[in-house]
């Protein structure tokens, strides 16, 4: 069982920047591949960027260059740094876990608000 708070999120301008975090309630060591995902009124969950436990990451087109993912296997935490945040990012932003062993599962938290406005 993984448990996972988000926490960051907020209202901000057109331009400007939020750092998501997403605390694991074990060690993100050996889980498998973490996440972000978000979802915006009237859409379906889309996913934002992942990380694997080697480190390596993906990122969805429409944020290439302005978000980065990062995880911290001391803290248990994974990150998310948004820059050039546009109205477009507005959406409730979803921390994922996924870990396999004999069988894989996918843990999700409860998400967080993020809402770009002038």
């Known amino acids: 069982q993984v448990q996972l708070v988000e926490s960051g999120g907020g209202l901000v301008q057109p331009g400007g920047s939020l750092r998501l975090s997403c605390a694991a309630s074990r060690s993100i060591f050996s889980i498998n591949e973490m996440g972000w995902y978000r979802q915006a009124p009237g859409k379906q969950r889309e996913l934002v960027a992942t990380i694997t436990s080697g480190g390596i990451k993906n990122y969805a087109d429409s944020v290439k260059g302005r978000f980065t993912i990062s995880r911290d296997n001391v803290k248990n935490t994974v990150y998310l740094q948004m820059n050039s945040l546009n109205p477009e990012d507005t959406a409730v932003y979803y921390c994922?876990?996924?870990?396999?062993?004999?069988?894989?599962?996918?843990?999700w938290g409860h998400g967080t608000q993020v809402t770009v406005s002038s």
């Open positions: 994922n876990a996924i870990v396999t062993r004999a069988t894989t599962t996918s843990y």
